[in-house]
């Protein structure tokens, strides 16, 4: 089955990376956002990625003009009507998902295939929001989407082969790194990496180090990137919450349990970069 058409649902961090490197690989992509803001600032941080590539001489200023020409915005799920392909990036929260897998199932056509790009939800849940679970799957995207080369295919319980060597041929298209994952809570990224993360707030909440002295512990002492709680900020402290809720109820097991003060910073809006302020503050 050819993909043409793409519609990408949720235009947050993760829906706008993957807008942009679907359109920058020849897809025709509706980025689609409940919120006219959002839609704004995704496709503006879309171009300011755009124009950095031409700065630097990784694209020309008409592969540009090209890519944005492959991309539209739209605040209508119906708009999924004309696409092959729906990737899902809303909120990491099982009613939200199920209720736009369950409109998208009347909206798009039998033929089209439905991804959700969720960090640790049950791929099965979802797919029985549909009448289609068969063509429902999961595409897991690391964030930044635009640099990160793995994408974690998640079969459901009843995904097709088809539907899975669809994704998969589509994963090498945006030039990304497929890795088949069983439907686990929290696939394989997730259940190691947000223990770690976890930890790394519980070392802060119990007064082990400050969050500074912990994330130089972890970048100059085990060589990551960027420290656990930099990285968390960067995720979404929400996002970092709703993951370790999924894996405490999904094994029933304590070593899961979130740490109290990742629920207090969320209650408070604290949710890291996006909003300004989590263990460290922006702008
Ligand atoms: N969007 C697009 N490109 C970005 C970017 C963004 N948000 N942030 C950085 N980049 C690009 C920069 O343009 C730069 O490219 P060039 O060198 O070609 O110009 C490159 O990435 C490196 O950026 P910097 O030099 O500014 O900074 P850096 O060397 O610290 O790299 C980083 C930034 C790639 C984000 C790096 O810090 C890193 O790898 N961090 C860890 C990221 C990670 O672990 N991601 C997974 C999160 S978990 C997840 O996604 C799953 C989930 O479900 C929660
Ligand atoms: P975000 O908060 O940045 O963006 C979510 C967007 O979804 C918002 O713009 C919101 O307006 C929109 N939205 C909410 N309900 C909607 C609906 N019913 N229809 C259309 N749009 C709707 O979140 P994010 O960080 O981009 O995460 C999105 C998904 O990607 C989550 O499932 C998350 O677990 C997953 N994910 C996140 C990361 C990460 O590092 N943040 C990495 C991989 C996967």
């Keep these: 089955m050819a993909i043409n058409k793409v519609m990408v649902i949720g235009a947050g961090q993760m829906g706008a990376g993957i807008a942009q490197v679907c359109a920058q690989s020849g897809y025709e992509v509706i980025l689609n956002d409940v919120s006219e803001e959002a839609l704004e600032k995704g496709t503006k941080g879309i171009e300011k990625q755009l124009a950095r590539s031409v700065a630097k001489e990784r694209i020309t200023e008409n592969e540009k003009k090209e890519t944005l020409s492959r991309l539209s915005t739209s605040t209508q799920l119906e708009d999924a009507g004309s696409c092959d392909m729906v990737i899902e990036a809303v909120v990491e929260n099982m009613d939200v998902k199920t209720k736009v897998f369950g409109d998208l199932d009347t909206i798009a056509p039998a033929h089209a295939i439905l991804a959700s790009n969720t960090s640790s939800l049950p791929i099965t849940e979802i797919a029985a929001a549909t009448n289609r679970p068969d063509q429902v799957i999961g595409m897991h995207f690391m964030n930044p989407v635009p640099v990160m080369k793995l994408v974690e295919i998640i079969r459901g319980l009843q995904t097709s082969e088809e539907t899975y060597k669809v ?32 930890e790394a707030i519980f070392a802060v909440y119990e007064g ?27 995720i979404g402290l929400d996002t970092c919450l709703y993951i ?29 970069k996006k909003s300004g302020r989590g263990f460290y503050q922006y702008q």
Excluded at 174 to 179: H, M, Q
Excluded at 209 to 220: N, R
């Design 167 to 198: 994704v998969e041929d589509m994963a090498v298209q945006l030039s990304k790194t497929p890795v088949e994952v069983k439907d686990f809570p929290g696939f394989v990224s997730n259940r190691i990496l947000m223990p770690m993360i976890n």
């Design 244 to 272: 370790m809720e999924v894996l405490h109820d999904g094994f029933g097991d304590s070593k899961y349990r979130p740490c109290p003060l990742l629920r207090k910073y969320v209650k408070a809006g604290w949710l890291g």
């Design 208 to 234: 082990v180090a400050s969050p500074e002295d912990i994330d130089t512990v972890m970048k100059l002492g085990t060589n990551h990137p960027m420290g656990p709680l930099t990285l968390a900020d960067f």
